[in-house]
């Protein structure tokens, strides 16, 4: 089958998959206190169900979802509630956590739900995600189960499973493939017995073809399934690249997947979804990748959810050189932290520690109008003249020039002989926009 | 470890090529032109070269120097309008000449307007301009071999005899320094394209719309032979290939970089049938870098997943 790509987009210059590609998951336990953010999802932020010195057990609810568009948070570890208060993310917020003093014996909750995945109804299974406290791992955390039920349900014609992994460095997903592929073709049945004209689609980077065999190979002669080859590209696992490369539909920042009847998850939400309903279980435990050229032996972890981030790099042996920069997420899309004590939340991927900071050792210099910037836009704005815009503020025109079409990927940056910072000028002037936007304006 | 790491909005990596190494390919891709008009004219135009290249960096750096600037030398920039002011001189032009058009080309086309990046003309290409200007007889009287004479496309002009093809492709004939070898020229070019320094948008369009233009106006008609000199002739190839593709002064869209391409090839062929020179590629070039701002006004892309502008923007697609 030929390889299905997009227009634009860029070839990072180290992959850095090879450092951590044929390591093994591995599970992690950490052994020191674990915040729980009551927020790791886009929507309200889930409204505490316990109170300090409660005692808690993994799997059980200490955040009730409140809203729609909200999830719940369960304790990854069982121990006893030391505190409620506001810690600083790996995002720089102050987000309102849940502190657990681990007792270190990992006691579960008991299951009390014994019943069948295919005597469900689309209901009950679509409550089971919800209870799961489930969200969008690759990064964005948008609540599943808000995805899951589109007001066009009966029209959705492919459930595609983003499994482009198209960040550097990042091998979650990968793994996650390699290691378990019947699980994740066990999930995704799940989702689709739920769409009755959907097609199960699984896209997965040409760099992966060992995961794109072993998946064919559990597939037989299916129909309902199909596994299709991308051509390894950033941001090819963009929502928008990705419906593009695999149905050839388009959509723009104000549509949703649904409106071309396309639901879009991420490989490791599969994982969490056949948990949640087969195995009853709610969604507190993650893969992480922890790599970089910094870290003594890159690996990938799967994590209690709310494990201390300085915890999980000691475990991946500590530094063997001083990093400069600490990235939660991919190189080109994740945010840099200043330091390590911030938790492990549902859509950190990946820990990525650099001896050096690519960043500072280039200094912005003139634009030099190369068009390089307009050729890598995978939404086909002009990332020059834009910046220019959003520097001088003038919003009416940053909007009539397509700015909120920016999914701010990061390539015009990444690519920008001149060194300029492109993506942060037209990510802070979006984010301004938006938030008047929301302000009632 | 010290306590706080860097942070920085994302991307986080940065991709190796920076200006100066775009500068740098640009001033390897002009050496196989540079070498052959050396070879071709003599060591008046080695001194020349240097000359010129030496003078723009140092007017870019005391200007920057005494306007309490960044000096932005290391960027190769200079050194490049140097070395292509050089190009389109004759051999044996006056140094003192020369220095001027550099003053001219790098102080008042560039610096003036903010330095690289901000200038809306073709550095170059305004000193040239305003070379022929002032000093006109200078700038079109050609020796070769100790003979004054015509160029190639000035006897084509005149007489409508087209001079040898062979020659002229390899460059053994009367003109500036850099635009007699076409060969040279290409071998440049290919090196551009290839490492993807250059659009071929430009230069392709701009080369067969010319071509379009000569075959349907020029005194020649659909004659291959006279279209061929027409295009190895003066400083076409140099042009398209080295001076219309200056970012700067060149559209940032790809529609953009299309109709500049044709407008060049429109207005070179109409200064060089109709006017009274024989060349046309400066003006054409710097008639268009000035028309940059409204085509690209009008060749704004689309956004992925939008409707095109002239249908209405934002409108969900149909289902």
Not at chain 2, 16 to 31: F, G, Q
Request: charged share 20%.
């Amino acid at each position: 089958m030929s390889i299905l790509s997009f227009k634009g987009g860029v070839h990072p210059h180290n992959d850095g998959k090879a450092l951590s590609k044929t390591r093994p998951i591995e599970d992690f336990e950490p052994k020191g206190e674990i915040v729980i953010p009551l927020s790791q999802h886009i929507g309200t932020p889930a409204a505490p169900v316990v109170k300090p010195g409660d005692k808690v057990l993994v799997n059980q609810k200490i955040g009730e979802s409140s809203g729609f568009i909200s999830a719940n948070v369960h304790s990854s570890v069982s121990g006893t509630v030391k505190k409620i208060e506001a810690r600083r993310m790996a995002s720089g917020n102050k987000v309102m956590c849940v502190v657990i003093d681990n007792d270190n014996r990992y006691n579960e909750c008991p299951i009390t739900d014994f019943r069948k995945a295919s005597e469900m109804s689309d209901k009950e299974k679509l409550e089971l995600i919800k209870e799961a406290g489930i969200v969008g791992m690759g990064g964005a955390g948008f609540p599943s189960h808000v995805k899951l039920s589109p007001q066009n349900k009966e029209d959705i014609e492919y459930i595609i499973v983003n499994g482009a992994e198209c960040e550097p460095y990042l091998t979650s997903d990968y793994r996650r493939m390699i290691e378990n592929p019947e699980y994740l073709l066990e999930g995704l049945r799940i989702v689709l017995s739920m769409f009755k004209k959907a097609k199960g689609i699984i896209a997965i980077e040409d760099n992966k073809l060992d995961a794109v065999i072993k998946l064919k190979k559990l597939l037989h002669h299916d129909k309902d399934i199909e596994v299709r080859t991308l051509f390894t590209k950033y941001p090819q696992g963009g929502e928008r690249a990705l419906i593009y490369a695999v149905t050839g539909r388009k959509i723009n920042s104000s549509m949703l997947p649904a409106d071309v009847k396309c639901i879009v998850h991420n490989v490791d939400t599969i994982f969490a979804i056949r948990n949640a309903v087969i195995n009853k279980k709610p969604l507190v435990t993650r893969i992480v990748t922890v790599t970089g050229d910094a870290v003594k032996r890159p690996q990938n972890y799967k994590v209690p959810i709310g494990t201390n981030i300085r915890e999980l790099v000691e475990a991946a042996g500590g530094f063997k050189k001083a990093p400069e920069k600490i990235i939660s997420g991919g190189p080109m899309m994740g945010t840099a932290i200043y330091n390590l004590d911030a938790p492990i939340v549902k859509g950190t991927s990946s820990i990525l520690a650099f001896t050096k900071d690519e960043v500072r050792d280039s200094e912005p210099s003139s634009c030099i109008n190369c068009g390089r910037c307009v050729s890598v836009c995978p939404g086909r704005v002009v990332p020059a003249r834009l910046s220019v815009m959003a520097e001088h503020g003038d919003k009416e025109a940053f909007i009539k020039n397509n700015g909120m079409e920016c999914c701010e990927c990061g390539c015009c940056s990444y690519i920008c002989p001149a060194k300029r910072n492109l993506t942060q000028a037209i990510k802070s002037m979006r984010q301004d926009i938006l938030a008047e936007r929301k302000g009632g304006k | 470890m010290s306590d706080l790491l860097n942070v920085s909005s994302n991307p986080h990596v940065r991709d190796k090529r920076t200006t100066s190494s775009i500068m740098l390919s640009v001033i390897l891709a002009l050496i196989p032109a540079t070498a052959f008009g050396i070879y071709n004219f003599g060591y008046k135009a080695l001194v020349l070269v240097a000359v010129c290249i030496v003078s723009s960096v140092l007017f870019e750096g005391i200007y920057e120097y005494l306007m309490k600037q960044k000096i932005t030398v290391k960027d190769l920039s200079a050194a490049v309008t140097g070395l292509l002011i050089a190009l389109n001189l004759p051999h044996d032009f006056p140094i003192w000449m020369a220095v001027l058009g550099c003053g001219f080309g790098i102080i008042v086309v560039k610096q003036v307007f903010g330095g690289i990046g901000q200038n809306f003309m073709n550095p170059a290409l305004g000193a040239r301009c305003f070379l022929i200007l002032s000093f006109g007889t200078k700038m079109t009287v050609f020796t070769y071999d100790g003979v004054t004479g015509a160029t190639p496309l000035k006897q084509l002009k005149d007489t409508g005899a087209v001079d040898s093809l062979k020659s002229m492709f390899i460059g053994t004939t009367a003109g500036t320094i850099g635009e007699t070898s076409v060969i040279a020229i290409l071998i440049g070019a290919i090196y551009l394209l290839g490492k993807g320094i250059i659009d071929f948008r430009i230069p392709f369009t701009y080369i067969i719309s010319f071509a379009v233009f000569i075959g349907i106006f020029g005194e020649g008609g659909f004659n291959p032979e006279f279209i061929a000199a027409h295009l190895c002739g003066g400083g076409l190839m140099l042009g398209a290939f080295f001076m219309a593709t200056d970012y700067v002064t060149s559209p940032i869209t790809k529609v953009g970089r299309i109709v500049f391409g044709i407008l060049l090839g429109i207005l070179t062929g109409v200064f060089r049938v109709f006017g009274p020179s024989a060349e046309g590629v400066s003006f054409a070039i710097i008639f268009c870098n000035l028309l940059v701002p409204i085509i690209e006004r009008v060749t704004m892309p689309t956004a992925f997943g939008c409707k095109s502008r002239y249908l209405g923007r934002f409108k969900k697609e149909g289902n």
